[in-house]
């Protein structure tokens, strides 16, 4: 399914997603054609909507090119996508609305503080930390390979504090929760 905004999804969902394009952009080299043959041909849709795919792919790479990401880095709208996120989970801490998710907060902080010093980015944000390490474990399960016992528990805790996050993050965006 493509999202034309995360309003219509799972933000954290969302953001993933995004970072799986712009990778397997940079992996097919940012060929158009082979986007599309690659692609855009696997979704079993209509022409139309194959075509509305197809744009936003090739609307991406555009972005992606113009942002200067090509070898790596995020689409500038998706990076504060998730800064947003993140002020919210730093909103969400400070409010006395939600005690469950400080509770996760407070099981997920020091995998997060360990995810964050292996990766040698002591600068990145609790948030873009937990994305980064759920990403990587979904990148490890596409190749087949081995992911330690460890490393299954702590992202199976951060993910728990990102699906809370993102449930609680829709339910405030769509005024049925207040901080």
């Given at each position: 399914?493509?999202?034309?905004?995360?309003?219509?999804?799972?933000?954290?969902?969302?953001?993933?997603?995004?970072?799986?394009?712009?990778?397997?952009?940079r992996a097919l080299n940012f060929d158009l054609d082979k986007i599309g043959a690659t692609l855009v041909s696997q979704f079993k849709v209509d022409?139309?909507?194959?075509?509305?795919?197809?744009?936003?792919y090739k609307n991406m790479v555009t972005m992606m090119e113009k942002e200067q990401i090509k070898q790596s880095g995020h689409i500038q709208a998706?990076?504060?996508?998730?800064?947003?996120?993140?002020?919210?989970?730093?909103?969400?801490?400070?409010?006395?609305?939600?005690?469950?998710?400080?509770?996760?907060?407070?099981?997920?902080?020091?995998?997060?503080?360990?995810?964050?010093?292996?990766?040698?980015?002591?600068?990145?944000?609790?948030?873009?930390?937990?994305?980064?390490?759920?990403?990587?474990?979904?990148?490890?399960?596409?190749?087949?390979?081995?992911?330690?016992?460890?490393?299954?528990?702590?992202?199976?805790?951060?993910?728990?504090?990102?699906?809370?996050?993102?449930?609680?993050?829709?339910?405030?965006?769509?005024?049925?929760?207040?901080?």
């Amino acid at each position: 399914m493509i999202f034309k905004t995360y309003a219509d999804c799972n933000i954290a969902e969302y953001i993933l997603y995004i970072w799986q394009l712009e990778d397997l952009f940079r992996a097919l080299n940012f060929d158009l054609d082979k986007i599309g043959a690659t692609l855009v041909s696997q979704f079993k849709v209509d022409e139309n909507t194959r075509l509305d795919i197809y744009q936003y792919y090739k609307n991406m790479v555009t972005m992606m090119e113009k942002e200067q990401i090509k070898q790596s880095g995020h689409i500038q709208a998706i990076i504060n996508v998730a800064n947003d996120l993140n002020q919210f989970h730093l909103d969400l801490l400070n409010s006395p609305s939600d005690p469950t998710y400080k509770a996760l907060y407070q099981i997920a902080k020091p995998l997060l503080d360990e995810f964050r010093m292996k990766s040698n980015d002591v600068d990145a944000h609790d948030i873009e930390v937990a994305l980064q390490a759920l990403y990587g474990v979904m990148l490890l399960k596409i190749q087949d390979k081995t992911i330690s016992k460890g490393t299954e528990q702590a992202t199976a805790h951060i993910s728990k504090l990102v699906a809370h996050l993102a449930a609680r993050y829709k339910q405030f965006e769509e005024g049925d929760f207040e901080l």
